[in-house]
């Protein structure tokens, strides 16, 4: 692909930030890919003490500046916090006071890019930018349950079983 052509792809980004304890020290993790497939991980402990909501906005921005000065014009960003996503997204929703300034940061940014979006995923699905916030904070990668249908069906038939019991 000519560079042409690759300016107006997207850029993605998966973001997510750690609190330990909530509220506590914030770690914040990252996955920047530019269009033609090249990463960019990002794993930063910050000096400040917040809740998870703003370590995952923080990881969002810090993505955002970081995707701006590699020349990104256009971002897709994906986070497994509802509650970032939902406060970025077009519909009005009650603004949270204690973040209003870090969501009006995040805005700004949002819209000094050509295109930019924020998208929700299941956390699953954001298991490296969640690795990459925990390590900031020397902390083990969260094990992800995944069930499969036979999976499922063992626990639901033991949770079955036990109340059969009482």
Known sequence: MQAESLSALP?????????????????????????DGTRH?????????????????????????DAKGRGATTVRAFSDNSVLVEQLGANVVKPIARLATLFDVARTLLQSFDSASVHWIPRRRNAEADALARS???????????????????????????????
């Open 136 to 166: 900031a904070l020397g902390l083990e990668p969260k094990r992800v349950a995944r069930f499969g249908k036979r999976g499922a069906d063992r626990i639901r038939n033991k949770a079955n079983s036990l109340q059969g019991k009482h």
């Open 41 to 65: 991980e990002l794993s930063v402990a910050t000096h400040a003490i917040g809740c998870n909501n703003e370590a995952e906005l923080k990881a969002l921005t810090h993505a955002l500046e």
């Open 11 to 35: 850029w993605t980004i998966y973001c997510d930030g750690s609190a330990m304890p909530n509220p506590g020290r914030m770690g914040i993790g990252a996955v920047v890919t530019e269009p």
